[in-house]
């Protein structure tokens, strides 16, 4: 990777030599998905290391939210490796052995948080108790305790004053920070973003995003897909150009400017 | 026959026994509908599922929302219960009866509130790491039941009318005992005008109660009935809200 990245980095997030070091925590291996006759995804491999921010972009259609939507197994891979954390969750690839022990889907997505473009928040419940249910049916923590880490994770993303409210009382960007706490609450080793910025009103977008930008800071290893190619060129580590369910470049910071890819360089040329 | 041949003094000279009747329809509709909820929605459930099991959902809710309540109470009471060598009370031959019926009606009422609530619900529980039970019973369910309750009001409504055919098997509803006074009292209309504003006022009733039933799962609460009951626990999460604020970040 580049030294000297287009944006300095504010943080002490660890430079980039040290996640392309660390073995991943993330890997896909020859990922296929299909939808009846339908192939979505063309053989994906991509490897995602500790403190890594992933950003996968590319034109719609293209298969970035059903690499996202496999990770958390929500959509399952027909063939590939998946592995998080050293262990199988994936169906196999073809031809070779399969793995010895899988592990379940309930202990991956434990382990991996995940924001949506809808932000599908529980609109019966509160913006607390959308933080504290999981943490009391995920963690089994009491119900004191679950509600007292759901307004310190509300703190984190400024909307503790909001606790109290319903998410039909928040605006779209506090919906979606509400979000982000709740997938954060329960301490994930990774986070997904799943176009977290494209259901909200513009002037609503920089809030989202400050609050992904803290959290990078933190070290967090995240996968984002996204539109906001702004964005992307600051954080991301590992920019991945996707069409027509394959991955056609990936590259650093670098990729936005001068894309190696003839397809690549057309879809930037289109979009900035 | 002028008006003043009809003696609706009657009414309340047989009140205790008109409502008694009205009592006892009652009691079967709600014990029914209890049932019919649970039998409802496991049907819903086995509806939702593959081809095997949403077949036989699929066959039960099409024969039963097709017999009509009269044959139904025959065939429980007359029918099945010397197939199966069991002497049914009229009681519980009614509440069988109305159970077999209502859960065929239900169970659609139930599909397709279930089916009203957004993927993005249960996926987000899911990704959360909740088990699917755990995403049922404290995402979809409770959003889905706020769908389903004016329906299932109306169900309740048809319930308690449809008691009045248990009058064949004999069992002592409001229908049955005006039968009863009209034999002594030869005044047919008086009394099943009384029958018939017994049932209104019952349907009222209930349209009142499953609309504040409704309103109190309103979220944001919204109106007196829903503030009272979600008031407690919006002043408790106010209260963590303000001790919080007060300690900034115990954690950080």
Not at chain 1, 120 to 134: Q, R
Not at chain 1, 216 to 234: D, P
Not at chain 2, 232 to 251: F, K
Request: glycine share 8%; with cysteine.
């Amino acid at each position: 990777m580049r030294a000297t990245p287009t944006v300095p980095r504010t943080s002490d997030h660890p430079d980039s030599a040290t996640p392309s070091q660390a073995a991943p925590v993330v890997e896909l291996r020859q990922l296929r998905k299909s939808f009846g006759d339908l192939e979505v995804l063309k053989g994906i491999d991509l490897a995602v290391r500790p403190g890594e921010h992933v950003v996968l972009f590319g034109p719609s259609g293209s298969g970035k939210s059903t690499v996202l939507r496999s990770i958390n197994l929500l959509e399952p891979p027909t063939s590939g490796s998946l592995r998080f954390d050293g262990v199988e969750y994936g169906p196999g690839i073809p031809g070779e052995p399969q793995a010895a022990e899988r592990g379940r889907p309930i202990d991956l997505r434990r382990n991996i948080g995940m924001v949506f473009q809808q932000f599908n928040l529980f609109p019966h419940l509160t913006a607390l108790e959308n933080v504290a249910l999981p943490l009391r049916s995920v963690r089994g923590c009491k119900r004191p305790q679950a509600e007292h880490q759901a307004a310190e994770a509300l703190r984190r993303v400024g909307l503790l004053e909001r606790a109290a409210h319903y998410p039909r009382q928040l605006s779209g960007g506090q919906q979606q920070r509400v979000a982000i706490a709740r997938a954060l609450a329960l301490d994930p080793q990774v986070m997904l973003f799943d176009e977290p910025t494209s259901a909200l009103d513009p002037e609503l977008v920089g809030g989202v995003l400050a609050t992904m930008r803290e959290l990078a800071e933190t070290g967090m290893t995240m996968l984002i897909v996204t539109h906001e190619l702004g964005f992307a060129r600051e954080i991301g580590d590992l920019n991945v150009f996707m069409e027509d369910g394959q991955v056609v470049e990936t590259g650093d910071r670098e990729i936005y400017a001068g894309p190696t890819n003839p397809r690549t360089s057309a879809f930037l040329s289109a979009v900035l | 026959m002028p008006l003043a041949n009809y003696d609706w003094g009657l009414i309340w000279d047989y009140r205790s026994d008109l409502l008694n009747g009205l009592l006892t329809a009652l009691e079967v509709a709600v014990v029914a509908l209890v049932l019919s909820l649970v039998c409802g929605m496991l049907l819903a459930l086995l509806r939702m599922r593959a081809a095997p099991f949403s077949w036989i959902a699929a066959i039960y809710i099409n024969v039963f929302r097709g017999i009509p309540a009269l044959v139904t109470v025959i065939w429980v009471y007359f029918g099945v219960a010397l197939a199966i060598d069991v002497k049914f009370s009229v009681f519980q031959a009614g509440v069988i009866a109305l159970t077999l019926l209502y859960s065929a009606f239900l169970a659609e009422i139930f599909r397709s509130a279930l089916e009203a609530i957004p993927k993005g619900q249960q996926e987000a529980g899911l990704a959360l790491g909740m088990k699917p039970a755990r995403v049922f019973f404290s995402v979809t369910l409770p959003q889905a039941t706020k769908i389903a309750i004016p329906n299932v009001g109306n169900m309740f409504i048809g319930m308690v009318k449809d008691t009045s055919v248990f009058t064949v098997i004999g069992l002592l509803e409001v229908v049955r005992v005006t039968q009863n006074v009209v034999a002594t009292t030869f005044q047919p209309f008086v009394l099943y005008t009384a029958a018939a504003a017994l049932y209104v006022a019952v349907a009222f009733a209930i349209d009142f109660l499953f609309r504040l039933i409704e309103r109190t799962m309103e979220a944001p609460p919204d109106g007196l009935l829903s503030r009272a009951v979600r008031g407690r626990r919006q002043r408790r999460i106010q209260a963590l809200i303000d001790a919080e604020t007060a300690s900034p970040s115990a954690s950080a």
